[in-house]
């Protein structure tokens, strides 16, 4: 069903957590650098993944433009990713009268078997799922985890919560990349 864009919040502001050590990971594994793979780095969910000193330096920037440029940073509700990187993010926003609620349905997408493995890995070991992924991104799902279709059905959940309780309200949710399009997708439809 067509969504009622009257009901929504008058603003939804997304706001992407911060550099992560799975994020600089990934980056110098792209390059060659697998030092950051130790095995305990690897046995840890990506949900413990922390912010780098750099993640918190964008999180703070970003709350402050929210401060100077978005209504003194005040907004009506306040969601974020119960995933460590996002809460982070969100506390160092800093924002005024601020009541973070964690959103379960705002985590993020589900990588499966590709999670925390490296790049290197993943084109050594797991070269069927790429080759999977190029016929259709966007339902290709990974062994053991989520589409990006799949993570817009858990969107819709997060878009019709807003509907019912935060209709006419400003909200701000601190969320991931993929989540960020899965909502962006479902609003655009």
């Known amino acids: 069903p067509k969504m009622s864009l009257n009901r929504l919040p008058i603003d939804i502001i997304l706001i992407r957590h911060g550099e ?8 110098r594994s792209e390059k060659g650098d697998n030092s950051d793979w130790t095995d305990t780095f690897k046995e840890r969910h990506n949900s413990k993944y922390r912010l780098t000193e750099k993640g918190r330096i964008q999180a703070k920037i970003a709350g402050k433009w929210l401060k ?23 506390a160092l926003l800093d924002l005024p009268q601020a ?9 993020e997408r589900d990588k499966g078997v590709l999670s925390s493995v490296s790049k290197t890995d993943r ?5 069927d799922e790429g080759k999977r992924r190029e016929h259709d991104a966007f339902y290709w799902t990974p062994s053991g985890g989520e589409s990006i279709a799949t993570s ?38």
């Not at 209504?71 to 809460?87: K, L, P």
């Not at 009541?99 to 985590?107: A, N, S, V």
């Not at 084109?123 to 070269?127: C, L, Q, V």
Request: proline residues 0%; hydrophobic residues 40%.
């Open 99 to 107: 009541k973070w609620i964690t959103e379960f349905y705002l985590r």
């Open 152 to 189: 817009c059905l858990r969107v819709d959940r997060i878009l019709s919560q807003l509907q019912d309780t935060c209709s006419g309200f400003s909200v701000i949710l601190v969320c991931h990349a993929t989540i960020m399009t899965a909502i962006r997708i479902r609003l655009e439809r």
């Open 20 to 27: 992560s050590e799975g994020n600089l990971a990934q980056e």
């Open 123 to 127: 084109n050594i070991y797991f070269k």
């Open 68 to 90: 100077e440029n978005i209504n003194g940073g005040v907004f009506d509700r306040h969601y974020c990713s119960e995933y460590i990187r996002a809460m982070e993010t969100a």
